[in-house]
C-alpha cells in the first residue's frame, strides 16, 4: 500500500485541549463502547483498537483479553498510551490500511472514521483484516443539529444554536468531519459483505459544567484559529463558553451510534 502525507485532523488529540477532549469522551462513552465489546471479546483473543487516545478501551480490552490475548492500539498520535504487557501501541495511520500484526478477532473505532474521506474504503480493508468469525464495532457521532432542553433565556437557546450549527456547516464538514455518517455505517458494512449487522444509539442530554457541555466547548476552543472564517461575533462565542458551564443550561448531546458486524467467510 502507497503512503504518502500523514493524515491530519481537525481536532488534534497531542495538544493539551486534545487531551481534555480524550478524558471526557471516556468518561462519557467509555460504557456505551464497553456494552457493545463485552458480549463479543473473549479471553485469548487478538484485539485491534483504532484510535488509541486516552487508551482507556486499550486497556480495558487487555484486561478481557487476559495473558493469552493480545491489544494492538494505534493512532497517529500516541504519546497518552503506554505499552504494557499484552498492550502493544503503534504509531499508524489506518487510511493506509490495517496494521501488520493480524488476523484480528475483534476490531474497534470509535469517532475515527467520521472525520476521514476514506471512510468506506477503510471499512472494506478492516474487514479483511478480520479472523472468519470475527467481529467489526465502530461508534460514532450524529449531527449537526443538537437541540436546547432549558437555558436561562430564549436568546442563549439561538445562540448555542447557532455556534454549534456554525462550527459544525462551516468548519467542522469542510474540514472532512461527516455528521451523517454515523447513519451510513450500518448499510456500508452490509454492502462490504459483513453480516450480522446490529446498530445500536445513545442519546443524553448534559447540564452546563458536565463533561458533555465541557466536550462541546472543547470542541469550540480546538477549532478558535478557524472562528474568523465564520460570521459569528466575538460576544456569540463569548456567550456559548458561559453557558457549558453554566447549570442553568441543559441540551442534548450528539447521539452515538453504535454498529457491529461480523465476518463469515474465510
Not at 251 to 258: A, R, V
Amino acid at each position: 500500500m502507497a503512503t504518502g502525507k500523514p493524515t491530519t485532523y481537525l481536532l488534534d488529540s497531542g495538544t493539551d485541549l486534545g487531551a481534555e477532549q480524550l478524558d471526557h469522551l471516556s468518561l462519557l462513552l467509555d460504557a456505551h463502547s464497553f456494552e457493545n465489546l463485552d458480549p463479543l471479546v473473549r479471553p485469548g483473543h487478538h484485539c485491534l483498537e483504532i484510535g488509541a487516545g486516552g487508551g482507556t478501551i486499550a486497556r480495558g480490552l487487555v484486561e478481557r483479553v487476559g495473558p493469552t490475548g493480545k491489544v494492538i492500539a494505534i493512532d497517529i498520535e500516541t504519546g497518552r498510551v503506554a505499552a504494557t504487557p499484552g498492550l502493544e501501541v503503534r504509531e499508524h495511520d489506518i487510511t493506509t490500511g490495517a496494521p501488520d500484526g493480524g488476523p484480528f478477532d475483534v476490531i474497534h473505532a470509535r469517532l475515527v472514521l467520521m472525520h476521514l474521506p476514506q471512510r468506506r474504503e477503510i471499512i472494506a480493508k478492516l474487514m479483511d483484516a478480520l479472523v472468519p468469525g470475527g467481529w467489526l464495532v465502530i461508534g460514532e457521532f450524529k449531527g449537526p443539529h443538537l437541540e436546547v432542553v432549558s437555558a436561562p433565556n430564549p436568546d442563549d437557546a439561538r445562540v448555542f444554536q447557532r455556534v454549534v450549527e456554525t462550527v459544525i456547516t462551516q468548519i467542522g464538514m469542510p474540514g472532512g468531519i461527516s455528521y451523517t455518517w454515523a447513519t451510513e455505517v450500518d448499510a456500508c458494512m452490509m454492502r462490504t459483505g459483513l453480516v450480522n449487522v446490529e446498530s445500536r444509539r445513545y442519546a443524553r442530554t448534559v447540564t452546563g459544567g458536565s463533561a458533555g457541555c465541557l466536550l462541546l466547548r472543547n470542541y469550540v476552543l480546538q477549532v478558535a484559529s478557524h472562528l474568523g472564517k465564520t460570521d459569528l461575533t466575538e460576544a456569540e462565542v463569548h456567550r456559548f463558553f458561559d453557558l457549558m458551564g453554566n447549570p442553568e443550561f441543559r441540551c442534548w448531546l450528539f447521539e452515538l451510534t453504535y454498529v457491529r458486524a461480523q465476518r463469515i467467510d474465510g
